[in-house]
């Protein structure tokens, strides 16, 4: 009855479970040996299940050093925090410490580093390990038990065998690219195209013609602030081929053993399409529906003086740089689409930076009235700053911000809260509004329109003292909207989007 498509992810949890059970048994087997090679007097206490709780709720094993009378209680991550006095045991720990005659305790995650963050309370003393609680790393017991070398050691074998584990087992998450996911993904290729390092172009030489800082400039504050990229995540079929070869060259990252050329395809076949929509809203002389990418490039060379297809504000060296550039790409094109497959990555690679320089030179170069870019799909729409307010509010909908309404009173915290009456329209979401939950007061939820906005939003959040009694304190990260203006960052720039 409740179908959803989980039965292969169901499979590789399960597989993933005994993989990981394996090897904690090898792990467990390889630290006895390894003690016991080192003149270390170890025993093990054996637990029952109904005893793993509270603080051995993630244990895996434990053992005790006999020389030092110290009990060592290996543990996986914990499903949260947990908070403890330094200086004094759980009841639970204790009772473990009594039976095997220890003196003293130490938690050691299954982590490479920063085991500390298992724990609520640690200090900001960077010379403590454990941040004045007995709370440790594998690496920080190797180095204490073992020495600096065999933790080099083991490290390097460990993630030999990781990588090797998974190669064997073969299984990784590709997501499907539904309607509600293809929003969320139109961001992080919206991100990427703005990341992109457009300057190398400047280092690359089309035929004779170079491109120097001040051209490129002008190119730069076309298709970045003026916003001209946005042809790339509107409505037009290169846009979906973009966004598509994005998507593939996200998902596909891991693989090894297939053909690439699908990736390669996605990105010749949105410039291809984009180079034939600009000339076709131009009204190039000489191109047809059959017209391939060769025979644009000779259209585009030979509408390039007669129209006003390029910028008047490039030099004469830019506009043949831009043209040259286009003939350049479609030898790319054949080269790679010939024949052979694609089976190395450095080749996607170097295609995708190809494409992405190519559109930045068709969207920053071209001279493009409102009009030929709305034929082209062109929408700023979704990207009003009242839109980047709804769209961010929403993606942090749980979380602290400060409200600041410039009325005299000062500024208060409130939670957003998510926006329930947001739908999905073509490739954007329409929202109602922006949704906040007053912390003081009776816990109202507030709407806000973009016309009785307040005049001030930050981003807070909660943050727990570096002190041994566990203390909460709102702290405010940064402003996100004033004066009516969007100046957070994007959701995709601020961390991994999850699409």
Known sequence: MFDFEGGALRKYENIADAANKITISCLHFMIINLMLDYDYQVSEIKMQKKQQDGLLKSHLFTLVNKNAKELLIFKSIEECPFSKLPDREPEEIQGLMKTAEAESCKYIYFLFDKAYLQLVGHNADESDTGRGFNVFSIKDYFKDYFGDDEYSRFEAAFKDYIREANDYIGYGIIKTLSKNSLLTFRKVTENEILIFSYEDLMGIRAKQYELDESEFNKIRKQFIEEKRFLVMLGSGDFAESLITAEWLRDSMKKAQAIDLTAIAMGYFKAVEQLLYEILEVKGCDGLTEESNLGAM???????????????????????????????????????????????????????????????????????????????????????????????????????????????????????????????????????????????????????????????????????????????????????????????????????????
């Open 297 to 499: 490039a000779h259209v585009f060379k030979d509408n390039i003086e007669n129209t006003d297809l390029i910028r008047s504000d490039l030099f004469f060296p830019t506009r043949k740089y831009i043209r040259e550039s286009i003939f350049d790409y479609k030898d790319l094109r054949n080269g790679y689409l010939h024949r052979h497959n694609i089976h190395d990555w450095e080749k996607i690679e170097h295609i995708r930076q190809a494409s992405f320089n190519m559109v930045f030179l068709l969207l920053g170069g071209c001279n493009l009235s409102e009009a030929e870019l709305s034929e082209l799909g062109y929408s700023e729409e979704a990207f009003t700053d009242y839109y980047r307010l709804c769209e961010y509010v929403n993606f942090h909908s749980g979380e602290l911000f400060y409200l600041d309404f410039a009325d005299g009173r000062e500024e208060t915290m409130w939670i957003s809260v998510a926006d329930r009456n947001a739908r999905l329209d073509g490739n954007k979401t329409v929202y109602s509004g922006v949704y906040f939950k007053e912390l003081s007061g009776e816990g109202k939820i507030w709407g806000f329109r973009e016309e009785h906005l307040p005049k001030r939003i930050s981003l807070g959040k909660f943050v727990f003292a570096n002190t041994i009694g566990i203390g909460i304190t709102p702290v405010k990260i940064k402003t996100v909207f004033e004066d009516g203006k969007f100046v957070g960052p994007s959701i995709a720039e601020e961390e991994k989007l999850d699409y």
